[in-house]
């Protein structure tokens, strides 16, 4: 078989004209889906909450000061936090667009390899249906532009794909190269190198290493130092920081199901093919828009992308096919089968890269069709069947075009109706309602996450610790979880307040109200696009508040009785702050020296009555834990910032037995408009605060110069130092 152009008309125009004019359609097709979507995934805000707080300054992590890996891929959390540092910290859309653009440069890329890949071989016409085939997949553009880090993980796919199709000096360099960047966009990002080196090392040729599988086999080991090289400086630094290299958000999703072992794994690769036909598979997924098995999309659909995954899949085993496209099969079947197996669902974003594969296979296998039919000397059949293999081939690209069409559609109205209008709603009433400090139960983490700023207690816990060890000590019923982390504020749609209920009728309403229904239904309803179910799914949700118990507010710690009303400081200073606290019988405001407060003069207060010593605990120790003593002082400051001392005493205690014990005092203030009361405490000793346990005690405010008169007034004469 030769392995030359698939057709031989005229000559193909230079390649380089043919790979920027595919790198502009490649483009232009990203941008307008992102103009006219303006399509935010959930995920994106997930992870570029831990982007911001790096780009503030707050470190990479999604609650200030809970060092906690909630994000998967290191280019998908550094890179918007380098974009958000572009804007300079001030556009939270400026940066969301940055991204978007490398994130285009980067699929750009990974189309512009494959097309150089396939065309360098002598492949022309493949390669162009390659291209076209990745530019017009719904799921590849939406995912290039809505935050995740789709892209760049088809980028370094290709490059893998090229490392082992292009021998050279450096194969094992750019190998290595490619499956570093592939480990730095998602740490499963090894399932991909493994199951891609193990179809190449089946499928070998000669021509792709120069040498047998020996000498394939060496090239992996020299990649592999590479890649190690590369991946290795994110890895040690992750433990450092995060205490663990595994990112919480695969430690919160790995409890959900049934246990994975090697066992079912191996029953899911033996039964995949069969089972694309009955239930929904990763290969059913591929080239369907995202979530299409909800409903909403005709029926046909179902049959078409089984198809198409069922062949993409399945070209590895037909004999005397290219081996480039049996190896590119044989990956995209292991690729399938292991987010078959393992997620518990098969989330669309993790479906382009196996996708491109699949498609690699096709373009090559459809490539070498029209070979073997142009080898049919009977012209009329030779025309006919190359003419039914272009109407195939045309008929799917427009299904894909159509399907993208749609989907564009169907996001628009996502973004618009659930994203901006609910849930991003959601988070922005939750942050001006919430008090500071508390916490929301929720499953839609992204938006309601970021726009609140809350602690979150997301299911399945992608950004709790507390909620993974929830569900393992009190399992997956939501009821009981909440029981367990008693959030303070709950988001949830209809069907899940009914779980609720069902399980608990007390939950919702003895312990948590409903305080806002957020509902889209209408609008939903009234929309004219395809896939309305998944829509309908986000349509409604109702905040739900924790019923709180009545707070009584406590006095405050320093106060001036006055009548019937409690005068508090304008103005406080203490090291080590104030307490209130019982001693010897007597309620003592505790203030260590040096402290002070104001008090405001209020209009008719004419004295002030009160106690103030030192604790026992200053003097009774050796000379080692005893206080040098303080200075008690009380002045009138008035109004023009002039001051009046009306009351200067100091205490020894542990010198003095008579300094020992309460002081009473009694003053007469002098009428002054304005005027407020400072009352301060300074050390004898400056350089000796410890031990220095003062206080005041039962301050009141009096109308006049009457009640006590014993004690110490406000003569200066009668103030006593210490010595």
Excluded at 439 to 455: C, N
Excluded at 658 to 678: C, K, M, V, Y
Aim: proline content about 6%; aromatic content about 12%; hydrophobic content about 45%.
């Amino acid at each position: 078989m030769t392995y030359g152009t698939i057709f031989h008309e005229s000559p193909p125009p230079p390649p380089r004209k043919i790979t920027i004019s595919v790198i502009g359609l490649t483009l232009l097709a990203a941008a307008l889906f992102a103009l006219y979507t303006n399509h935010a995934w959930e995920d994106y805000y997930i992870t570029f909450r831990s982007s911001q707080n790096l780009a503030t300054g707050n470190g990479l992590v999604f609650n200030v000061g809970d060092r906690l890996h909630t994000f998967t891929s290191p280019i998908g959390v550094l890179l918007p936090a380098l974009a958000y540092l572009l804007t300079g910290n001030s556009s939270v859309e400026g940066a969301l667009w940055i991204f978007r653009f490398m994130s285009m440069a980067a699929l750009a890329g990974a189309v512009a390899v494959l097309l150089r890949t396939v065309t360098s071989r002598g492949w022309r016409l493949a390669g162009i249906f390659l291209a076209a085939c990745v530019v017009t997949d719904a799921k590849t553009l939406d995912f290039t532009i809505n935050g995740m880090e789709t892209a760049f993980m088809l980028l370094f796919l290709s490059l893998i794909l090229r490392a082992h199709l292009v021998a050279g000096p450096r194969q094992a360099l750019r190998l290595g190269a490619a499956w570093g960047g592939l480990m730095w966009t998602r740490p499963d990002g090894c399932v991909y190198i493994g199951v891609l080196a193990l179809a190449f090392l089946w499928f070998h040729r000669e021509d792709f290493t120069g040498g047998n599988r020996r000498r394939l086999l060496g090239l992996y080991a020299q990649a592999a130092l590479v890649c190690t090289a590369i991946y290795l400086p994110w890895f040690g630094w992750a433990w450092y920081y995060y205490g663990s290299p595994i990112p919480h958000t695969i430690v919160a999703k790995s409890g959900i199901g049934p246990a994975r072992t090697l066992a079912g794994l191996a029953h899911t690769l033996l039964t995949l093919p069969g089972a694309v036909w009955q239930r929904s598979t990763a290969l059913e997924d591929l080239y369907l828009p995202s979530y299409f098995m909800i409903g909403g999309w005709p029926g046909a659909m179902t049959v078409i992308g089984r198809a198409g995954g069922f062949a993409a899949s399945l070209l590895w085993i037909v004999p005397g096919l290219r081996k480039e496209a049996r190896a590119a099969s044989l990956a995209c079947y292991g690729v399938s089968a292991y987010l078959t197996y393992f997620p518990y669902f098969p989330f669309p974003w993790y479906l382009p890269p196996p996708a491109l594969l699949g498609s690699f296979s096709l373009a090559l296998a459809g490539g070498q069709l029209c070979e073997l039919i142009r080898s049919i000397q009977r012209g009329r059949l030779r025309r006919g069947l190359l003419t039914g293999v272009g109407a195939v081939a045309g008929l799917w690209l427009a299904g894909q075009i159509w399907a993208t069409i749609e989907s564009a559609r169907e996001m628009r109205t996502q973004q618009d109706l659930i994203e901006n209008g609910n849930r991003r709603e959601i988070g922005v009433w939750l942050r001006d309602h919430a008090q500071p400090g508390d916490s929301v139960f929720l499953e839609p983490l992204g938006y309601i996450g970021f726009f609140s700023g809350l602690k979150t207690h997301d299911w399945p816990g992608m950004s709790s610790r507390e909620m993974v060890a929830a569900r393992k000590k009190v399992g997956a019923n939501w009821a009981t979880l909440i029981d367990e982390l008693r959030p303070d504020w709950l988001v949830l749609r209809p069907a899940e307040a009914g779980r609720l209920d069902r399980a608990d009728h007390r939950l919702l309403g003895a312990q948590y109200k409903a305080r806002r229904t957020f509902d889209q239904s209408r609008a939903v309803a009234a929309a004219d696009v395809q896939g309305k179910p998944y829509l309908a799914f986000d349509q409604t949700f109702t905040v739900y508040e924790r019923v709180r118990p009545k707070v009584v507010p406590k006095p405050p710690v320093v106060s001036l009785h006055f009548r019937d009303q409690t005068i508090t400081p304008t103005h406080t200073e203490s090291r080590f702050g104030f307490s209130s606290m019982r001693y010897q019988d007597h309620d003592v405001i505790f203030a260590h020296a040096p402290s002070q407060f104001d008090l405001p003069q209020a209009p008719g207060l004419g004295g002030v009555s009160g106690e103030f010593g030192l604790l026992d605990s200053a003097w009774t120790g050796d000379q080692w834990h005893r206080s040098a003593g303080a200075i008690f002082s009380i002045t009138q400051i008035h109004a023009d910032g002039s001051s009046t001392v009306l009351f200067h005493r100091g205490l020894d205690p542990a010198n003095r037995p008579e300094d020992r014990g309460f002081h009473p005092s009694h003053l007469t203030l002098p009428q002054a408009d304005g005027a407020s009361l400072r009352f301060q405490i300074q050390l004898a000793d400056r350089n000796n605060f410890g031990y220095t346990h003062t206080f005041w005690g039962n301050l009141q405010g009096h109308a006049s110069d009457a009640g006590n008169t014993t004690g110490t007034r406000n003569d200066p004469t009668k103030a006593r130092g210490v010595d």
